[in-house]
């Protein structure tokens, strides 16, 4: 007869799962005496800092509701993955753990080549501190060359409030703008990362009178998807329908992808590929 899927005690079976599994040996724990594989209930209690007594309890359902501090030394001290951090929350708390923002300066080589089979859509994947860290070659004829610019340039707020030739070809600037200021500020605090851009927000603060205003009104939103109206250099009015998407497993990480909303615009969007691959070359 199988097994069941639950035994009732969730969290429990977890955390056994996870202590059996780790390597007595790697934590320079000593071999004999024992019975069954991975660590001892004393020896997790005593890495998580808690009592022996109140952690056999949790294991076996009797220990009450755990605090959202001993579930993070508990995470620690059986050394769990993020996903796994996760889970352990959700089924101790019935929430996930708070965010702690790690930056990233780039993306996998597979990740890249997701946005490089996109050849006819522009596509970008930013932080939730709005630096584009990766995008394709139909991002860079029609939104902009990423790469011409110094990483610390790469942020959309930075690009949207201090450089004239991006605010040019937005079609409705302060639409736009407000759009981008609420967003941004949704996705730092989701992220844990409201620390992290301070500095940021103060400079742009004193750069720009109307990012100040905007940031101000503390208005929140989220990217979604829609339609934008973009003015291109050399072909123009532009309408590109754009999507954002989560990356699993990086909640720091967000793509956006900016497609075509008529066969003429794709044409347009391939002309310029063929023509900047064509300078290139040349």
């Known amino acids: 007869m ?13 955390l056994r799962d996870r202590r059996c599994r780790l390597d007595a040996a790697a934590f320079g724990l000593p071999m004999t ?16 800092n808690v009592s022996v007594t109140w952690y056999t309890w949790l294991e076996q359902g009797r220990g009450g509701a755990p605090s959202a501090d001993v579930l993070d030394r508990i995470a620690r001290a059986l050394m769990l993955t993020d996903v796994e951090r996760e889970h352990l929350f959700l089924l101790g708390l019935g929430r ?24 006819l859509s522009p596509a970008i994947i930013k932080t939730a501190t709005w630096d584009i860290i990766a995008w394709n070659r139909a991002a860079a004829v029609v939104l902009g060359d990423y790469g011409a610019r110094p990483p610390r340039e790469r942020n959309v707020l930075r690009m949207m409030f201090c450089d004239p030739a991006v605010r040019a070809r937005q079609l409705d600037w302060e639409s736009v703008a407000r759009f981008v200021v609420a967003t941004f500020r949704a996705d730092a605090v989701r992220a844990g990362a409201a620390g992290n851009v301070e500095a940021m927000v103060n400079e742009l603060s004193r750069a720009s009178p109307e990012f100040a205003a905007m940031w101000r009104e503390k208005e929140v939103g989220h990217h979604g998807e829609g339609t934008k109206l973009l003015r291109h250099p050399t072909l123009g009015l532009m309408s590109l329908e754009y999507s954002a998407f989560a990356v699993d ?34």
């Open 2 to 14: 199988d097994a069941p899927l639950t035994d009732g005690n969730a969290l429990g079976a977890f």
């Open 249 to 282: 497993g990086r909640p720091d990480l967000s793509m956006v992808i900016y497609n075509p909303a008529t066969p003429e615009v794709a044409a347009e969007v391939k002309r310029l590929i063929e023509a900047a691959d064509k300078t290139v070359r040349q």
């Open 33 to 48: 005496r024992r019975r069954t594989p991975g660590l001892r209930r004393e020896e997790v209690a005593q890495r998580a």
């Open 96 to 119: 996930l753990p708070e965010v702690h923002y790690r930056e990233s300066d780039g993306v996998s080589p597979r990740l890249q080549r997701v946005l490089d089979a996109l050849e």
